[in-house]
């Protein structure tokens, strides 16, 4: 089935083919967990590793009509009445339309020059 990839620091979205496997979702989004928001009322969520703007991430993107900004990269996959993985309802066109990306800049403290 297919889901699509949020990836802020390109600042683009782009359709991946999913068999299922969690961890295939740890491995795209870079991190050992996920957790899961819902996105729209036909069932699409974004799944999104465990960060905040203290790690090291470079990058946030969030999806307009929700109020969560997300840290890192993100995965988008449908839910279906039975609780179960699908396709997302969205197109990649509409997901893109609804994008938006903001880069972070990491404070660096310890930086002595010449």
């Known amino acids: ?11 683009r979205v782009r359709e991946f083919n999913y068999d299922g496997d969690q961890e295939k979702i740890c491995h795209l989004i870079g ?22 703007q203290d790690d090291e991430m470079a990058s946030k993107f969030k999806i307009q009509g929700h109020p969560q900004v997300f840290f890192g990269k993100g995965v988008i996959l449908g839910v279906d009445e039975d609780g179960m993985t699908c396709e997302p309802s969205m ?11 903001k880069a972070l800049m990491k404070q660096l403290n310890d930086i002595s020059g010449p």
């Open 31 to 52: 991190s050992d967990f996920f957790d899961t928001c819902a996105i729209n009322d036909a069932g699409d969520a974004v799944y999104v590793g465990e960060f905040s």
């Open 91 to 101: 197109t990649l066109e509409e997901i893109r339309s609804m994008m938006t990306y």
């Open 1 to 11: 089935m297919k889901g699509y990839l949020i990836d802020p620091l390109e600042k």
